[in-house]
C-alpha cells in the first residue's frame, strides 16, 4: 500500500524513454510500478487530474512499453484519461507539474504532444475503430487499443468489435476491465464480464487439466494427446457459455484472459507470448482494480476518478479526509440546482423521468436516482442511444430529461434533429458542462452546442444567467409540449442569488433588459450577462452608457427586443462562451440583416476563435479569449473608435 512520503530518486528518474524501460531486468518492474504509483499519487493530487483510473493501469502501461515498441508500434488508450504512466515512460515527467494548466501537458494523449500517443482521445470508445484504422493503413507493426470496460459500452466502440474482421496483421484490443465506468458500469456487457471473471476460465481449467494429465500419464502421452483434441468439447460442455468470453469470440476476437492486470512481470510474460500470434485479432482481458494501491481511492473510485488541484493526500493514519465537493462550497453549483430541482419538480409531475450517458454523479442525477429509481436510467456510454430513448419515452407520453455534458452530445446531432426535433418531441436536454470547462482541455470544452443547436428547426435554446433561472427555465421546458427544448450552464458555482421557493416559467422567446442604455446595446449569455454588466459599468467612465440584455433564449430569439434596441443603437455587441461561428451572434446578424438590410447597425460579434480551445484554468482562458469585462469594454472602445474614424474620413 503507498504511504505519502516524498518521492525519493530512484528508477522512474533515469526512465526518459520506452527504450530505457526496456534496459531494466524485468525483475526490478515491480518496484518501477510502485515509484510511478507515489509519482502519480504525488503530483496529481497537487495539479488535479484523473487519478483512480491512472493508479489501476500502472502495471498494464509498464508491460506494454516493455515488451512492444512505441512509437513505431501504436498505443490508442480509450478516453485517454488513463494514461499518465504512458506519458510518464514516454519522457513527459516534468511536464507533470504543469498538468492540465494553461500551455502546459494535456491530460489526454494528443499527437500534437508526442510522437508516442498514436492517437488523440478525450471522448471515450473511440480506440477500437482507430486502431483498425491505423492497422489497415499499416499492418507492420503492431497496433493495440486499451479499452476501459465502461467505455466498451459506447456503440461506436460496439460497432469497433463488430468490424474485427478488418483486422489485418498484428492487431490486439486490451480490455482492461475494472468493473467501473466514473460510477458502477451497467448493461449486459458488464454482466457478462462479471460472468467471466466469477467463473473459472477455460484456459486456467485448460492448464490445471494438462499439468495434471501430464503429471500422472506423462506430458508425451496417449492419454494427453486424447486430452488435447477434445478438451474444446469438454468445455464446451463444462463451462457456461456465459462465462468464455464468447462474446468477443463470436465477433471475430480470439479472446484471452482473464489476467490480473497487476502482476507487471506475468503481463510481460503473456505479451511477449501473445506477439507470436500475429495473423489473428486478440482481445486481452485484463482485471484491474480502479485506484488500485491507495486505499481511499480504492474504497471510493468515483469520487477519486478525477480530482481538483490541492486535493490533500491522505496519510497514514487517516486523519486527513477529502471534503465532499458541497462541503467545500456553500454556494451550489448549476449541476446541484438542477439535480435538486428535478427532484422537486418529480414530486409534482410524476411523468418525469431522467436519463443520463454513465455520468450519474457528473451530471446531479445520482440523486435522484435514489429519490426515484424506477424513474430513472443511466445507459452508459452511448449518448446517441440517450437522446432516442428519451425521444421513445416522450413519444410515449413521459416528460424526459435527458441531461448530456455539452460536448458529449457532439456525439447525438443526428438523434437531435432526426429523432427529436424533426418529430417535435418534448424531451428537455440539459446540457451541463457548457462554455468553457477549463482542465480537461480541447477535447471537452463545451463550446459548439449553440452553434450546433441553433441551427435545427423546432429547438427551443435557453442560457441561464443564474441558478435561480435554470430552475426557471427547467420548469418552462417541461410545461413546452410542441418541441424539444435545450438548456445548457456551466461547470461551475452559481452566483448565490436568491432562490424564490416558487418556481415561474418564463415566456418563450424573451429577453430581460438588465440596464437600460443608449447608442449601444450589449447582448449577452449565461456567465456573459454579469460580464457585460462590469464592462458597462467601465464604460461608463468613457462616457458611454451602454444597455444590456440577458438575451437568455437563443433561440427563438425576442424579436421585438431586438428590432428596437436595432433601431435606437448604433453598435450592437454580443457576447457568448461559444465559438462566435455560427453562434448567438451570427443569428443576429442572419436576423437583422434579413429584416433590415443596409439599414442595420454595426454588430460586433464576442466569442471564441476559430480555433480548439486549450487547457486552462476557466478565468485564464475567458481572459486570453477576450471574454472578461476588460476584453468587453476594449472591444466597445475598439469599434467605437474605429467608428469616429469612419466619420471623420467621411
Ligand atoms: C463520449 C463520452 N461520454 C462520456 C465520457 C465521460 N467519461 C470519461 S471516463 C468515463 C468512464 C470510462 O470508464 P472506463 O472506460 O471503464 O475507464 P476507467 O476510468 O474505469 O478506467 C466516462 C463516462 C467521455 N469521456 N466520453
Redesign the pocket.
Known sequence: MIESRQVEPGILETINSPEDLKRLPESRLPELAEEIRRFLLQSVTKTGG?L??NL??VELTLALHYVFDSPRDRLVW??G??AYAHKLLTGRREGFSRLRQLDGLSGFPSPKESAHDAFGT????TSIAAALGLNNADDSHWTIAV????????G?ALTGLNNSSLARKRFIVVL????????A?VGTIARHLSNIKARPSPRWLNRALRGAISRVFGGESWFRRIYEKVKDSIFYFFIPRRSRGVLFEEMGLSYFGPYDGHNVISLVRLFKSLKRIDDEPLLVHMI?Q?GHGYAPAEDS?TQW??ISAGTPLRVEDDSIVVPADNERRSVKSYTEVFADTMIELAGKYPDIVAIT???PS?TGLKKFGEVYPDRFYDV??S?EFAVTFACGLAHGGKRPVCA??S??MQ?AFDQLLHDAALQELPVVFALDRGGIVGADGE??QGVFDLSYLRMIPNFTVMVPKDEEELRRMLLTALEHRSGPCAIRYPRESGLGVPMPKEIRPLEIGTWELLREGEQVAVLALGTMVPVALEAAKLLEKSGLNPAVVNARFVRPMDAGMLLSLAKRCRLLVTVEENVACGGFGSGVVEYLSQKMGDAMPRVRIIGLPDKFVEHGGNRELRERYGLSAIGVTAAVLCEQESAEQRLKIV
Not at 479499452?147 to 459506447?154: P, R, V, W
Open positions: 484523473h483512480a483510473s489501476g493501469t480509450d478516453t484519461h488513463q478525450g471522448h471515450a470508445s479499452i476501459g470496460d465502461g467505455a466498451l459500452t459506447g461506436l482492461n476491465d475494472n468493473g467501473m465506468s466514473i460510477d458500469n484491474t480502479k473510485p476518478h478525477g450517458a454513465a455520468m457528473g452508459g456510454i449518448e448530456i455534458y460536448t458529449f456525439r477535447t471537452h
